[in-house]
């Protein structure tokens, strides 16, 4: 099963109309097409159950529940979020010896995080592959997508206008730590130290 997503648009991201005047038109990037043509050996599982050294999982496509190996993907650091029951995940094997080689919680993963949370700055992930920027300044993020284990960042930058998806820059970003209310994530040289919004109600004086 295909883990490649679909496209959504960019919102919230800030002063972009203000930097209309200065943008240029991105150039086409050959990238884009070359990850959309790449065969993907990962898919999309649902964990049903777990032991110490095993997990079994189920597709949406699939009733009955298969079982991989993860001890060793979790002990190199290749199982990104929290192992639990019912979550889904991007599972990358090994199919011959039924090893996990990467697993990614998409349930966690997906949502609203905050990297600056006094300006409320941040990004969310949509479960079916958008990506938006939250009140950011200087990117604008359009899409996600998971792929043989790894992570693609679709983006553009403020001062430039993409009107079509295949003129994003596109980087490979690293999940360094992910839980339900913490993200670590590793791109375009930066760290971004997410947590969760506040749900709490704002209070006016």
Same mark, same amino acid.
């Given at each position: 099963m295909v883990t490649s997503f679909l496209l959504a648009g960019c919102t919230s991201c800030s002063d972009g109309k203000k930097k209309d005047r200065g943008t240029s038109e991105a150039p086409i990037n050959p990238m884009v097409e070359k990850l959309d043509e790449t065969p993907d050996s990962a898919f999309l599982? /649902? !964990?049903v159950k777990y032991t110490d050294d095993s997990i079994y999982v189920v597709t949406r496509r699939t009733i009955r529940s298969k079982a991989y190996a993860y001890r060793d993907a979790q002990d190199a650091?290749? &199982?990104k979020g929290t192992l639990k029951k019912g979550d889904w995940y +991007? &599972?990358?094997p090994d199919t011959?010896?039924? /090893?996990?080689?990467?697993?990614i919680n998409t349930t966690e993963l997906s949502g609203k995080w905050e990297y600056n949370q006094s300006e409320h700055r941040g990004m969310s992930f949509n479960e079916r592959g958008g990506m938006s920027s939250i009140n950011t300044s200087d990117i604008c993020f359009r899409e996600w997508k998971l792929l043989n284990g790894l992570l693609y960042v679709y983006y !553009?930058? &403020?001062?430039q206008k993409a009107g079509d998806r295949h003129q994003y820059e596109v $980087? $490979?970003?690293n999940i360094a730590e992910l839980s339900a209310d913490k993200l670590t994530l590793q791109f375009h040289g930066t760290t971004y130290h997410c947590r969760r919004? +506040? +749900?709490k109600p704002l209070k006016f004086k």
């Amino acid at each position: 099963m295909v883990t490649s997503f679909l496209l959504a648009g960019c919102t919230s991201c800030s002063d972009g109309k203000k930097k209309d005047r200065g943008t240029s038109e991105a150039p086409i990037n050959p990238m884009v097409e070359k990850l959309d043509e790449t065969p993907d050996s990962a898919f999309l599982a /649902q !964990v049903v159950k777990y032991t110490d050294d095993s997990i079994y999982v189920v597709t949406r496509r699939t009733i009955r529940s298969k079982a991989y190996a993860y001890r060793d993907a979790q002990d190199a650091g290749k &199982l990104k979020g929290t192992l639990k029951k019912g979550d889904w995940y +991007s &599972l990358f094997p090994d199919t011959r010896n039924r /090893q996990v080689i990467t697993m990614i919680n998409t349930t966690e993963l997906s949502g609203k995080w905050e990297y600056n949370q006094s300006e409320h700055r941040g990004m969310s992930f949509n479960e079916r592959g958008g990506m938006s920027s939250i009140n950011t300044s200087d990117i604008c993020f359009r899409e996600w997508k998971l792929l043989n284990g790894l992570l693609y960042v679709y983006y !553009v930058d &403020l001062q430039q206008k993409a009107g079509d998806r295949h003129q994003y820059e596109v $980087e $490979e970003a690293n999940i360094a730590e992910l839980s339900a209310d913490k993200l670590t994530l590793q791109f375009h040289g930066t760290t971004y130290h997410c947590r969760r919004p +506040s +749900s709490k109600p704002l209070k006016f004086k």
